[in-house]
């Protein structure tokens, strides 16, 4: 599972990094696609990928891979849906988290 886990991190393109960050600051699909020059479909498709490569089921779970893999940490999605959001990222920035 971890294996899984690891190639779902190396596996996601540089497309998919670019709208993750544009997420990560608050754009809607609609002004992603403007930013890329691709349609809102076109970015539907990728959060979906996204989605599907760190089994996430919501935006903010999306942000919160970006987040803990910037600050160098391990993502688990358990956590995140166990303890919530707040929690998770005050894990993120202020524990050394070894999974």
Do not use: Q
Request: proline share 1%.
């Amino acid at each position: 599972m971890d294996n899984d886990k690891n190639r779902a991190k190396h596996s996601i393109t540089n497309r998919e990094k670019e709208i993750i960050e544009y997420l990560s600051r608050g754009f809607s699909e609609k002004e992603i696609a403007e930013k890329l020059f691709i349609s809102p479909k076109t970015v539907n498709n990728h959060i979906d990928n996204i989605r599907r490569k760190i089994g996430a089921n919501k935006n903010t779970e999306i942000i919160a891979y970006y987040i803990s893999t910037l600050s160098g940490k391990k993502f688990d999605i358990r956590l995140l849906r166990e303890y919530g959001i707040s929690i998770f990222i005050l894990f993120i920035n202020v524990c050394r988290i070894d999974l």
